[in-house]
């Protein structure tokens, strides 16, 4: 576990998730903590059990499917309601419950949110965070206080925003983390008011939201001014304008200001796990990020050309490698023969040097066009298994797919699909009907193989992605599609990539169709 003198804290599961159009389902929150703990953040908080479904199956579920190496889960939670014991409030139980060893509470620390959206008494406040805390500690977990508008609150009535960092450090509280909850801080004045509550007997923490774009600066001058818990999420997800980076927080404090957070390796992966993180939340990576964007270190050629081969580094202000960036580099590139050779490994797979290379070329080639295979391990493994044979071996050979989407008399959309297979010496001819083109290919493709492979009949399909990748080298858009099966024991993800969408998911659904029945243990050949 990572050592407690600084929290690296990540709330992207939670806070992160609050933003506009991001939608995660268990599945994707358990492979956002997976990247989250190969970079060796400190903790990872989930969500909030007991208040939202998903999230109560998501610490459920991270029992037995999460192996964390570095960080520990923590569960998000309110204190008590006003006028019970914390002891008899359901939401105070769903956190004991949750399995997680740490609970971050949030509690009001600015009066008037006391008074007005709360409707308690200042005093009763108090009383809740005191009774949920100590509550909470006598069960065995750890503490964490996440004080909402504390700097707003700060302004409106110092020493009441201060009374409550001094009541939960005296209820066994271990961690205050002061919130700017609207995000309208400024580093100076903000630095000011941690400032002030350092010295409550607790460690604080700082969580910024970046209305002002200071979110990650403002985060800096809260550790420079005493706090030693820092909060974010990846790739600066949150509602509104995003929470602070965590990604651009810890390289600054680790490059910058000499701070030891995570493993040197770690950081070194970080630009493969910003991008792994985008593949599963579906949202477009910003090439501009800091440190890892695609363009973060890439130059214009022309005046700076000659001078960069002579010294790179009068050109960049630090070594991209460190964190696993490049001068130049493809998206999510699984790029070198190590990380193919480890990935095959992984797979139960020995490489020889040349299948090695062969594998790393043709990778690179797919990525260049619009494949990921961070997210697509089934497609990555199908590829391998390809390279090893020497040759494409699949169960069916598909002779022709059509769709047919009609609008009815009645205004429905209703599509339909024939597939022409050749499997096991037979022609299948098989249609199917669905509400949609995939849905309907998806159809097709089981009737037509279930005979012959009844095993399909496990397989199903449980998620399904498009993104639209913009040209590159005055190429035309093309469209990426991650289809996620699943039978009764496991799942996988392939990737289809093409101008056309359908012609895209019908890539990633033969995948699907035909690692489902490697899995049954049908070989191809
Ligand atoms: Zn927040």
Not at 67 to 79: C, I, S, V
Not at 175 to 198: F, K, S, W, Y
């Amino acid at each position: 576990m990572a050592d407690d003198r600084f929290h690296v804290y990540d709330t992207t599961l939670r806070d992160g998730a609050q933003q506009e159009g991001l939608n995660l389902t268990v599945v994707d929150k358990l492979a956002i903590a997976r990247q989250l703990d190969g970079l060796g953040v400190g903790f990872i908080e989930g969500g909030w059990p007991g208040a939202n479904p998903k999230d109560t199956e998501f610490f459920r579920r991270a029992q037995t499917e999460l192996d964390l190496k570095h960080a520990q889960l923590a569960a998000f939670g309110a204190t008590r309601r006003a006028g019970v014991k914390a002891a008899d409030d359901p939401l105070v139980a769903a956190l004991r419950e949750s399995g997680a060893p740490v609970v971050t509470l949030v509690a009001k620390s600015h009066d008037r949110h006391v008074e007005l959206a709360l409707r308690t008494t200042l005093q009763e406040n108090l009383a809740m965070i005191r009774d949920t805390v100590s509550h909470l500690r006598a069960e065995g977990q750890r503490v964490f206080l996440d004080a909402e508008h504390f700097f707003d609150g700060y302004k409106s009535n110092p020493a009441y925003a201060l009374e409550v960092l001094r009541t939960a450090a005296e209820a066994g509280a271990s961690v205050i983390a002061l919130c700017d909850t609207n995000g309208g801080m400024l580093p100076d004045e903000l630095a000011e008011v941690v400032h002030a509550a350092v010295g409550t007997s607790a460690r604080i923490g700082i969580h910024c939201h970046d209305d002002t774009g200071c979110a990650v600066a403002n985060t800096l001058a809260a550790v420079k001014a005493g706090a030693t818990h820092v909060q974010g999420c990846a790739n600066g997800y949150g509602e509104r304008s995003g929470n602070a980076n965590l990604f651009t927080v810890v390289a600054n404090l680790q490059l910058k200001r000499g701070f030891d957070l995570v493993p040197r390796e770690a950081l070194a992966d970080m630009t493969r796990i910003a991008h792994a993180i985008t593949e599963v939340t579906n949202v477009t990576p910003n090439s501009h990020a800091p440190y890892v964007g695609v363009s973060a270190f890439a130059h214009k050629a022309g005046l700076h050309a000659s001078a960069i081969k002579v010294d790179p580094n009068l050109y960049q202000h630090i070594d991209p490698a460190m964190v696993g960036n490049d001068m130049r580099m493809l998206v999510s590139d699984m790029a070198g023969r190590a990380s193919v050779e480890l990935k095959g490994r992984e797979l139960g797979y020995e490489l020889s040097p040349e299948i090695s290379r062969t594998l790393v070329e043709r990778v690179k080639e797919m990525e260049s066009k619009g494949y990921t295979f961070e997210a697509a391990d089934a497609s990555f493994e199908l590829l391998l298994r390809d390279t090893v044979a020497g040759e494409r071996r699949r169960h069916f050979e598909v002779e022709s797919w059509r769709v047919i989407i009609e609008r009815t008399r009645g205004g429905e959309l209703v599509s339909e699909a024939t597939v022409k297979l050749h499997a096991k010496g037979e022609r299948i001819v098989a249609t199917g009907e669905g509400n949609g083109p995939v849905n309907a290919l998806d159809k097709a493709v089981r009737l037509g193989l279930e005979r012959l492979y009844p095993e399909l009949s496990a397989v199903e399909l449980i998620d399904f992605k498009v993104r639209i990748l913009e040209g590159t080298h005055g190429t035309d858009a093309v469209t990426r599609v991650l289809i996620t099966s699943s039978d009764d024991t496991a799942e996988w993800a392939t990737v289809g990539v093409d101008e056309n969408i359908i012609e895209a998911s019908w890539q990633a659904l033969e995948q699907a169709v035909t690692y489902g029945l490697l899995r049954a243990g049908h070989s191809a050949d």
